[in-house]
């Protein structure tokens, strides 16, 4: 079973939706049969990359005196979950990290990556946002620190990647992040409670078409007729 999670490493709710649904995931009984993709999508697609500044000053141009405060609540939310927060991160372009995620995911390291850029921006309020600090927190992430400098020196590599990503949130429903989508069918937005993402599982897991069960998810038929498990997969 395949889900696939849009969001954006800057956005709170993307971070705490993440801990939430690894909680839910990591309680699944089938959890090893269960396929992660994290999906690009830019809160800010026109923001200069040359342009970087504090949240707090962010939030009160954007939403006034009280925009702070705004962060603060949220911050609250983040601490309840067991989640480090703090609120003097800066913000900026996001499109190199999303660019790196995807080719984290050829490496079978996505996860990982993600991780690592959550601590950074949201636990230990260090820059994500230049190349220096980008191969920095892949080699953290277990990946060539050469090759995602590499990577990141080409402002065309993985790119047309993030942009499928965004055109396929649209597609799929997506007015805003976290977004969810359990095997291409069900849809789940905003930072649920972890019950909410255990029910999600367990229905879509549930509702799984045949053909996905597996070889070895042999079954009687209506007919009364049993199917045989290869040998290859028969246990003693």
């Known amino acids: ?3 696939e999670i849009w969001g954006d490493v800057v956005c709170p709710w993307c971070y705490i ?12 009984p089938n959890r090893d049969r269960v396929e992660v993709v994290h999906r690009s999508f830019e809160l800010d ?7 970087v500044e504090s949240v707090p000053a962010f939030l009160a141009r954007r939403f006034g005196p009280q925009g702070p405060a705004m962060d603060e609540q949220v911050a609250e939310r983040a601490r ?11 913000v900026g372009s996001t499109l190199d990290a999303h660019r790196l995620l995807h080719w984290a995911k050829e490496q079978g390291r ?3 990556l993600l991780a690592v850029l959550f601590e950074t ?8 946002f230049t190349h220096d600090a980008l191969v920095g927190i892949a080699a953290r992430a277990g990946l060539d620190p050469e090759q995602a400098r590499h990577i990141l020196a080409d402002a065309d590599a993985y790119l047309e990647a993030v942009r499928e990503d ?3 949130a649209a597609l799929a429903g997506a007015q805003g992040v976290p977004f969810f989508v359990f095997d291409g069918r069900r ?3 905003g930072a649920q409670p972890v019950s909410a993402f255990r029910k999600a599982l367990e229905t879509a897991w549930a509702e799984r078409p045949l053909d996905a069960l597996g070889e070895d998810a042999v079954m009687c038929g209506p007919d009364g007729t049993c199917a045989v498990p290869p040998v290859s997969s028969a246990k003693p």
Do not use: C, K
């Not at 697609?45 to 040359?50: L, S, T, V, Y």
């Not at 309840?80 to 800066?90: N, V, W």
């Not at 921006?121 to 994500?128: D, G, P």
């Open 187 to 189: 849809t789940l937005g």
């Open 17 to 28: 939706a993440n801990a939430r649904f690894e909680r839910a995931l990591t309680e699944f």
């Open 45 to 51: 697609p026109g923001h200069d990359a040359a342009h």
């Open 166 to 168: 965004e055109r396929g």
């Open 1 to 3: 079973m395949r889900i």
């Open 121 to 128: 921006n949201f636990a230990q309020a260090e820059s994500i």
């Open 110 to 112: 996505q996860g990982q």
């Open 80 to 90: 309840r979950e067991g989640l480090t927060y703090r609120t003097d991160r800066q």
